[in-house]
Nanobody, 122 residues
Framework: QVQLAESGGGLVQTGGSLKLSCTAS????????VGWFRQAPGKEREFIAA????????YYGHSMKDRFSISRDNAKNTVYLQVNSLKAEDTAVYYC???????????????WGQGTQVTVSS
């Protein structure tokens, strides 16, 4: 079992930045790929980025690489998502998930956090 906890969300103005954290406990964290997703009200969960466990290789969703950056620190059991130039449409609950492969499909992730709310105000 892997337990995930997101943090770092909040209320931010348009154009601002946030750094979200996903901290894991349980099994060896470096064995898992970690992905970030978001879900806005009334919309499907959307893939943002994923990072491999030991190599640190990254994979981004369509048009996500411009303003989002994923990284990880296995010594701290934490994966980060840096979000820059925030827009109102970035308002959503942001989730991290752990699984065996770097992927953009939710079904390929075994463990999920509870999410952290990001609200962007104009």
């Amino acid at each position: 079992q892997v337990q995930l906890a997101e943090s770092g969300g909040g209320l931010v103005q348009t154009g601002g930045s946030l750094k979200l954290s996903c901290t894991a406990s349980g099994r060896t964290f470096s064995n898992y790929a970690v992905g970030w997703f978001r879900q806005a009200p009334g919309k499907e969960r959307e893939f943002i980025a994923a990072i491999a466990g030991s190599t640190g290789g990254t994979y981004y969703g369509h048009s996500m690489k411009d303003r989002f950056s994923i990284s990880r620190d296995n010594a701290k059991n934490t994966v980060y998502l840096q979000v820059n130039s925030l827009k109102a449409e970035d308002t959503a609950v942001y989730y991290c998930a752990a699984g065996g492969v770097v992927a953009g499909e939710t079904r390929l992730y075994d463990y999920w956090g509870q999410g952290t709310q990001v609200t962007v105000s104009s």
